[in-house]
Nanobody
Protein backbone atom coordinates (compact mmCIF):
# COMPACT_ATOMS: atom_id res chain seq x y z
CA UNK A 1 0.00 0.00 0.00
CA UNK A 2 1.14 3.54 -0.81
CA UNK A 3 0.17 6.61 1.15
CA UNK A 4 0.51 10.21 -0.01
CA UNK A 5 0.60 12.99 2.57
CA UNK A 6 0.34 16.58 1.42
CA UNK A 7 1.32 19.63 3.42
CA UNK A 8 2.05 23.32 3.01
CA UNK A 9 -1.36 24.73 2.24
CA UNK A 10 -2.83 27.72 4.03
CA UNK A 11 -4.03 31.29 3.75
CA UNK A 12 -1.86 33.76 1.86
CA UNK A 13 -2.33 37.27 0.54
CA UNK A 14 -2.37 37.97 -3.20
CA UNK A 15 1.18 38.12 -4.49
CA UNK A 16 2.41 35.78 -1.80
CA UNK A 17 4.02 32.35 -2.03
CA UNK A 18 3.44 28.86 -0.72
CA UNK A 19 5.30 25.60 -1.13
CA UNK A 20 3.30 22.39 -1.17
CA UNK A 21 4.84 19.02 -0.42
CA UNK A 22 3.59 15.52 -1.18
CA UNK A 23 5.45 12.68 0.50
CA UNK A 24 4.89 9.08 -0.58
CA UNK A 25 5.38 6.25 1.87
CA UNK A 26 4.69 2.53 2.04
CA UNK A 27 5.41 -0.15 -0.54
CA UNK A 28 7.25 2.10 -2.93
CA UNK A 29 10.73 2.24 -4.39
CA UNK A 30 10.13 5.27 -6.56
CA UNK A 31 7.11 6.80 -8.20
CA UNK A 32 7.02 7.63 -11.89
CA UNK A 33 5.07 10.62 -13.17
CA UNK A 34 3.64 12.90 -10.50
CA UNK A 35 0.97 15.54 -10.84
CA UNK A 36 -0.56 18.37 -8.89
CA UNK A 37 -4.25 18.97 -9.50
CA UNK A 38 -6.56 21.54 -7.99
CA UNK A 39 -10.29 21.79 -7.52
CA UNK A 40 -12.17 24.92 -6.63
CA UNK A 41 -15.79 24.86 -5.38
CA UNK A 42 -18.19 24.37 -8.26
CA UNK A 43 -15.40 23.78 -10.77
CA UNK A 44 -13.90 20.72 -12.40
CA UNK A 45 -10.61 19.30 -11.25
CA UNK A 46 -7.77 20.97 -13.13
CA UNK A 47 -4.30 19.62 -13.88
CA UNK A 48 -1.83 22.23 -12.64
CA UNK A 49 1.59 20.68 -13.17
CA UNK A 50 3.28 17.38 -13.96
CA UNK A 51 6.79 16.01 -13.64
CA UNK A 52 8.17 12.81 -15.13
CA UNK A 53 10.60 10.40 -13.52
CA UNK A 54 13.35 12.08 -15.55
CA UNK A 55 12.44 15.51 -14.25
CA UNK A 56 10.66 16.91 -17.30
CA UNK A 57 7.87 19.25 -16.24
CA UNK A 58 4.78 20.77 -17.79
CA UNK A 59 2.28 23.35 -16.57
CA UNK A 60 -1.21 24.64 -17.14
CA UNK A 61 -1.17 27.95 -18.98
CA UNK A 62 -2.79 29.64 -15.98
CA UNK A 63 0.24 28.95 -13.75
CA UNK A 64 3.18 29.06 -16.17
CA UNK A 65 5.91 31.35 -14.92
CA UNK A 66 4.48 31.38 -11.40
CA UNK A 67 4.48 27.74 -10.25
CA UNK A 68 7.37 25.27 -10.25
CA UNK A 69 7.03 21.53 -9.76
CA UNK A 70 10.03 19.54 -8.53
CA UNK A 71 10.82 16.20 -6.96
CA UNK A 72 13.30 14.61 -4.60
CA UNK A 73 13.58 10.94 -5.48
CA UNK A 74 15.64 10.19 -2.38
CA UNK A 75 12.66 11.26 -0.27
CA UNK A 76 9.88 10.13 -2.63
CA UNK A 77 8.52 13.65 -2.40
CA UNK A 78 7.13 16.04 -4.97
CA UNK A 79 6.85 19.77 -4.42
CA UNK A 80 4.89 22.66 -5.88
CA UNK A 81 6.40 26.10 -5.37
CA UNK A 82 3.68 28.69 -5.94
CA UNK A 83 4.66 32.34 -6.37
CA UNK A 84 2.70 35.47 -7.26
CA UNK A 85 -0.45 33.82 -6.03
CA UNK A 86 -3.80 35.16 -7.17
CA UNK A 87 -7.29 34.81 -5.66
CA UNK A 88 -8.21 32.53 -8.57
CA UNK A 89 -5.56 30.06 -7.37
CA UNK A 90 -7.76 29.33 -4.36
CA UNK A 91 -8.59 25.62 -4.37
CA UNK A 92 -7.91 22.27 -2.79
CA UNK A 93 -4.62 21.03 -4.23
CA UNK A 94 -4.23 17.29 -4.69
CA UNK A 95 -1.15 15.23 -5.37
CA UNK A 96 -1.32 12.26 -7.74
CA UNK A 97 1.45 9.79 -8.53
CA UNK A 98 1.79 6.90 -10.94
CA UNK A 99 3.76 3.80 -10.04
CA UNK A 100 4.64 1.15 -12.59
CA UNK A 101 4.85 -2.43 -11.39
CA UNK A 102 5.59 -4.76 -14.25
CA UNK A 103 2.97 -4.16 -16.94
CA UNK A 104 0.56 -2.44 -14.59
CA UNK A 105 0.26 1.26 -13.78
CA UNK A 106 -1.07 2.18 -10.36
CA UNK A 107 -2.56 5.54 -9.41
CA UNK A 108 -2.48 7.07 -5.95
CA UNK A 109 -4.04 10.27 -4.62
CA UNK A 110 -3.36 12.39 -1.61
CA UNK A 111 -6.10 13.77 0.61
CA UNK A 112 -5.67 17.34 -0.59
CA UNK A 113 -4.50 20.55 1.02
CA UNK A 114 -6.45 23.82 1.01
CA UNK A 115 -4.87 26.91 -0.51
CA UNK A 116 -6.70 30.20 0.01
CA UNK A 117 -5.49 33.42 -1.57
CA UNK A 118 -7.24 36.39 -0.06
CA UNK A 119 -6.54 39.80 1.42
Amino acid sequence: QVRLVESGGGLVQPGGSLRLSCAASGSIFRFDTAHWYRQAPGKERELVAAITSGGRSDYADSVKGRFTISRDNTKNTVYLQMNSLKPEDTAVYLCHVEIKRGQLLYHYWGQGTQVTVSS
